[in-house]
């Protein structure tokens, strides 16, 4: 049974992967845990009362365990009251893959098409200096979610998000002349490449944690500083890396978003818009997808607090 | 000679449209006129100190005139001193097509692939609306510019700027699968009709003046009103009628631009941004193509005061 | 025993109104039930934890009960722990007029005021026009609030609110001659008029939801549509109907209020000072009417968090 | 002849009054004189080449002159080359009422109206302090405007300000029972009394620059200063002080216009609304009353830049 | 044991001051009390759910108690269960100095600090006048916090504010020719001088409510009319007067922050940076000062939501 | 005779800098020279309307000139009519130092004070980091103004920027403990070097134009990557590095102003103040030292367009 199927008063006995657990005392001075439960259709909070064993050390955050429990409801959100728990045996034959909300294409294909774009460059120099880039972060960017709780926070979301971005500025390309294609593709695949190190994210794809380097300068200062490394090591045509990092500290667009330049070229205003759309069109079809048609969400905080309608004429994006 | 090859102290001989004309008076308390000229290449402020002639009546804005006279500048911008003009006769075998920036496309050509659009549309009501209000514009939509003074203010600009819209939003259908495809064509297509009586323009694309109504309520408002009512006569299921009204409501997005609603559906969402863009474009394209490459424009108003940057890989869209 | 006057920690018999009802489970996995009762007064939150019969279907919304309860205090606010309930009976002797709160005059009084001021009206295209919306939107607007949790968010708020502007705008009309009287009077009775499409309303004068049309457009754009095509089938002079749209659109001022156009005519500024000044006024007399003289209010959410003060000179609109 | 019905080209001869006058240097490096004169219709510029006499000394402002000239255009704004001047002589008999735009009421009729309003004061306190503080400024306010440059910016304009914001506030009083009639009476007597101290005017209700007090401190913190101390002089119940300290200090509302409080109580409210119709139906008034209609103004620099409409249904306040 | 030492599960017994006191009743409908208490290291919320006595009139604010419990956790926060509660006796021998976070030096030193700085300062009305107001306002100051819940917070920390801020405005007159020190000086002694009026503080430095003037105008405006009458009285050069009430006027720099002028003279400019660099520095070392190296604060709310960051590098203002 | 002294009418002799040379067109169609001449003490625009000789080629910027002129006016602002001009001669015995702005104390002087306090750090790493940024732009620094128009725009003005500011960074961590002296230090030094590569300036310190990597990224992160490689290469404390690369992106404070992370460290909150004040003071001083007492300024762009006033007690920087 999955989550989103929950009902109130129900008494269900399924599988999660805990992604966060809390040790807590009641009010009655007793220590209990405090879970959230996850499985591919989302999450929920569960409350284990009655623990037994080394509560500390027991049922850790990306462990998988069988769980019979009741849903409850507190302030209109459902909650999991633990009735039994144990942790996953072999013969469970459950794996991870069922628990992850992840990418709807898998990786090693979605990082082939990325070639394929590269390849499709004619300027040497935007070639190499991408392909570096690309290979050296490879391992990471195979998981990688794109952000910690917004669009595209799910394992290899940030792959996901690279490749419908490319698909759309290939095609803009063939509409809009006075852009040079090279400088389109590239922006786009190194335009998030330092959120690899902004952020920590475990192989589930899951954010733990922005890092120091997160904090204190951000995944755009940090790309800037790579690529002029990076560059400046392959002896790149310093034009190429300047456009590119100019086009990096722009796609914000707006000082407040983080970027203190507006784009001065038009390859630099086109990633922006490109980047919009590929993030609204994520978080709208990830809040309508479920929805019941001629209804309306509850307010969206990341859509400025939207209530986006589903129309007798929605269609889906099932991935 | 072109208007943008015009170097200050050349004499040049050469002939114009006149856009305006404003009589004036002098320092020595004498009349002379003020024109605007203009060719294919852009426009240039003209003084004729010495009128001979009926001054209120000779030389009209539509006109066109053969013109000698010296480049003069005023405050780093060039002027034109004239010293000789007379009406354009039909020996001179001049024709407007000559001095009207004008869409690099056929307007006949452009209809018809406003026609395929509409044909590649699925749902009946989406087909017969759009071509409905579509044939009523028709005759004026041939002509007319997409805005008096800012991107697509050209002749047929309207007409420029809708059919480069369809053909990126039927490539972003192509990718993001949660947009409804003919609500996202009929919604590009009838976004700005009602500037056709938001302001007046003439067969040339030269908008004189914003019409009352234009004034009062704005193209977004008429546009509703004029598809609602539409919509009624025809029998149209009035969820189309609605989505259809809502995405022109929401199209400029931000309450200060025009929008009082911000797009509830994903389709509005969309619309947006493919207007953005191909005004972005439009604007930056114009705004780099004559400049040398590595060098930096002038602070551009409609750009947020920004000096774009045309680079050493910029292209260029000669459209 | 009336709402406003419940204290800690008594025990309370009286009727309500039930305003809301949800049925909710108990942190021991029970179900309970969840209400607001309301009387004239005020509304509380009421819980019934040892529910007898069926839950889902007993004591709905709209109904009239008896309850015996204590009355405890949860973060500041009171609640009523409820003893015993049940519905109210013919000898009982209530009716609903005790448990709703209602504008201060009958609603027929109020209506033929509206008449009155109409009557008032030179033109007879502004007579015509507004007496044919008024008599189409009567059944509706005997009852209807003026908005969902707002001003004059009472059993026919919305007359209340029109009358009271309506004398406003009459007494400013002597003083400030270059207002046409029609023109305000008109304004004032229409400004508003689509609420009663925008949201949904019982008889009792509570909000429901908003209406599909209500989130798509908003009762601004809606309520210019009904002028348009009233204001065509009557063949109203056309200046009447823009004017009166117009006035409409902006009448709520700024952009991020939902008036994309600035008032450009005397009528629609003076109709957005009227607008404001009464929903202020009726807002600053309901939070400070029961407060003790030389106190602070908490900070009241609608006047921007301010907390309002009630002098030793305060006076008490007591309708 | 009048200043607003010159044309370009006429040759004039009238009287003026001069409001400005700067000796600067022609091109060809002689001095001339550059006017401003005035009539009550409006303004013009002159400029007088060829002086005669002690340049420094001669035609100063507030003199009155006779003038023959031509009228002349620059930058789309009408000049005067002056022709003939000499000051004006007894037998021309002409006085400065014809040069000065003056409240459409005698002054003194205007204070007696404002007295008839703290007639009408019940409580003693209000009266008093109302009274004495109206007493003390009295010479000064027959005459001031009520700005510099903005609404009410003619002679006795502050008194006209006052007594239709009284007559106003008095209306309202009659509507809206939660307010208290002295405390809006007074507030509106008090709220700029300042201005008198804040600006230098003369005796012809022209302003010259801002005092000294003025531009350190403003009126909004010297009207609270003046009525701190004068209601302790009288021995005022200190409450009254305090609340006309609050509603002077509120009343320009939001803090980028001065405010730093947002009134706290209703009669606070009301006198920003009264004040805000005031000044916009004097600014609407002014530039709606010389145009066509059906037309539009050009865009007004205090009302935001908007465009207004002339309706055909406009009425003229003469006054 | 201090606050800042509790662990969830631990049982503590120490003595705390009672900062406030709340009956409120339980779910199952008992009376119980929920206090905050204080040590000098912090606050922690309390509850007695067993109350034996006159639950009204025992354990009142101010008073110190002596407290067995056991600390638990609500949303991640720390509270303590009351196990025994008693008042403190003479034998316990605790006195107040051990609960109340006070500014870490001594008052009189830092009263004579400010007599020093007036010594210093060269024009006799400057000294007299800030003598006078330092003097009268010499018993309160004495303890007052220097505001209700931001920086300085503490005993006596207004004073505090004003020594360290008087430091860095004399080091700043040496190194900034252009201003004068009398006016820096006596700018920054008297820039918050009523905040003793507008806000109620006990001799703990703990603040109640703010006063009905403080409300109403604030304490810069207070603080105005204050000099102003005091000069007044001491026949002060009206210009030392003004400039100071300029200079206080001016203080918060930003309307939206509360200071309608912007500084106008250069120790205006001064004083505003003085006092923001003395309110940040005190804000952070607080927040950094416990923290680990190496380690982010969580989002702190006065200071826009930031995480600090506690650098290998930091050092710690002990004070 | 120096601009500063001019007056309307008179005829003058003196050297000027030329600082900059437009040939423009007059209304008779004659080319003409329109200059901008400089003196230590301001700058005058100047014509010269009676070219001799090549007029493309002769009088250059950076050239020194003699010149007989009369003093014309044309709005409000003081022009030069020349008379006579011929270029400066060594016999006229007139040196640059003359002409140009130039900071108050010798460069060496200030150099060696910036090394004194790099010579107080106290932690090897930011002396080594420091000192190689610091003797790597020594050259330019000698004589780079700190901005092309605001404040410091001065020859060797930023040199000057940067001791002031340790003069005061100094002072301020012997008043705040919770600074550390060597970071704090550092980043004044480094906080703007990059303004040596984001600006082309002359040995005059004269800025001509923003680079293409001035343009494209900003000063601030070209800084960050210059700190990022030195440290790198010199084997820094990677925290080191990190501080003092967030403390420059923080030092604008606002995104608006250039900073997309506000200060996470209390010496980057330090560092921001200390370079407001610094400016500020700048500012001021030059607007205020030649301004009579009790005089206003007119409104001064850079300082948001207020009116400065001399106070009776101003006292200038005569530095």
Same sequence: chains 1, 2, 3, 4, 5, 6.
Wanted: some cysteine; proline content about 4%.
């Amino acid at each position: 049974m999955l989550i989103k199927d929950f009902k109130v008063g129900e008494e269900v006995t399924t599988f999660f992967l805990i992604k966060a657990k809390n040790v807590k005392t009641s009010s009655a001075n007793k220590p209990y845990i405090d879970f959230t439960f996850q499985d591919v259709t989302g999450d929920i909070n569960a409350k284990l009362w009655d623990v037994k064993g080394d509560i500390e050390h027991i049922y850790n955050p990306g462990e998988l365990v069988k769980v019979m429990g009741t849903v409850t409801q507190w302030q209109s959100t459902l909650q999991l009251k633990i009735i039994k728990i144990r942790n996953v045996e072999p013969e469970d034959k459950v794996d991870y893959g069922q628990f992850i909300p992840v990418a709807p294409i898998d990786p090693e294909t979605m990082f082939n098409e990325i070639l394929f774009y590269i390849n499709k460059m004619t300027h040497k120099d935007f070639k190499k200096l991408t392909l570096a880039l690309l290979e050296e972060s490879k391992s990471r960017l195979m998981y990688y979610p794109a952000a910690k709780s917004n669009h595209h926070a799910i394992k290899s979301g940030l792959l996901y998000h690279i490749i419908r971005m490319l698909r759309t500025g290939d095609a803009l390309c063939d509409i809009y002349h006075n852009c040079n294609r090279d400088l389109v593709l590239a922006g786009i695949i190194l335009h998030d490449i330092e959120k690899l190190n902004e952020m920590d994210a475990n192989e589930l794809g899951i954010v733990g944690e922005y890092t120091k380097e997160g904090q204190l300068l951000g995944h755009i200062i940090m790309g800037i500083k790579k690529i002029e490394k990076t560059a400046e090591a392959l002896k790149i045509d310093p034009e190429v890396s300047l456009l590119l990092q100019h086009m990096i500290l722009a796609h914000h667009y707006e000082p407040e978003f983080g970027s203190p330049k507006k784009p001065l070229i038009p390859e630099g205003e086109l990633l922006h818009y490109i980047d919009m759309i590929d993030a609204r069109m994520y978080d709208m079809n990830k809040a309508l997808k479920d929805l019941e048609a001629e209804q309306f969400t509850d307010p969206i905080f990341v859509l400025d607090r939207r209530r986006l309608y589903r129309s007798k004429f929605a269609v889906t994006d099932e991935n």
